[in-house]
């Protein structure tokens, strides 16, 4: 099992299929295994890495260096493997280690899918947005029971258990582990649009994490960007809904790759 000793943890990766390289970022409740339905779709025309980032799976964090290092320990698995210039699929937090690490290195990266996620371009109306559906949602109700879509659980019970026994095999963390910087206003918008990098804003017509309209508002704001709706998935499309997600993403990395 490949584990690559850097920023002070021990960071578990696979690497399957060859072509121009392809890096799965998973989100909050997931880990490498997430893209199960994904590899096996890319790997004959792409190199697909996959990763747990620190704090996940088997990549544990033990010294607590947070989420400020994913970035970084994507350069440096980058740096490890070899690969000069990648695309990046990002899930809900994958956006976390996806937006600075090529607004960073810019050079290096040939495509963005921000799945799930605003990409941190958020701006003062995406901000209004997000505290009117806040507004709308249940007392009490956390990210986990809405990571995917309404009955989901009714549709595909067997799957909806595997998701959730995927996301069991990730360590505690500390509760504000994510948690953004209190009073921070900034957004990313600007320099993603400036950076060149094709990107595209993919959501589930049920996503109650970042609804539609918002991730429609934040790819508004990124001008060049593109922005498609997944029909009948929440907030885990590449899990729910694998065909319609592999191949929009398929889609857009042949439209865009060098």
């Keep these: ?35 199960w339905q ?31 290092f994913f970035w970084r320990d994507l350069g440096g698995l980058l740096d490890h493997l070899g690969v000069e210039r990648a695309a990046v699929v990002a899930q809900s937090m994958g956006g976390r280690t996806a937006v600075p690490f090529a607004m960073t290195h810019p050079e290096r990266v040939w495509a963005i899918v921000l799945a799930g996620t605003d990409g941190g371009a958020v701006t003062e109306d995406v901000r209004g947005l997000q505290e009117e559906h806040r507004a709308t949602l ?20 067997a799957k909806e258990f595997l998701y959730r026994s995927i996301n069991r095999l990730n360590p505690r963390r500390p509760k504000d582990f994510l948690a953004i910087r ?28 970042v609804p539609p309209r918002i991730a429609r508002a934040c790819h508004e704001a990124v001008p060049g960007s593109r922005f498609q709706m997944l029909p009948g998935a929440g907030h885990s499309a590449y899990f729910e809904t694998p065909s319609a997600f592999n191949a929009a993403v398929l889609e857009f990395l042949e439209d865009v790759r060098d």
Aim: proline share 7%; net charge negative; glycine share 14%.
């Design 38 to 68: 994904q590899i096996p779709a890319f790997r004959e025309r792409y190199t697909c890495i996959t990763y747990d980032a620190r704090a996940f799976g088997r990549s544990r964090d033990v010294e607590g260096g947070g989420r400020q």
């Design 138 to 157: 249940r007392p009490g109700s956390t990210l986990n029971e809405r990571a995917l879509a309404p009955g989901y659980e009714q549709v595909d019970a």
């Design 182 to 209: 209190p009073g921070y206003r900034g957004s990313s918008a600007e320099r993603i649009a400036a950076s060149g990098i094709p990107v595209l804003f993919l959501t589930g017509e049920h996503d109650s994490i």
């Design 1 to 35: 099992m490949p584990f690559l000793p850097i920023n002070e943890i021990e960071l578990y990766y696979e690497v399957h299929g060859e072509g121009p390289a392809v890096v799965f970022c998973h989100g909050a409740g997931g880990n490498h295994l997430s893209w």
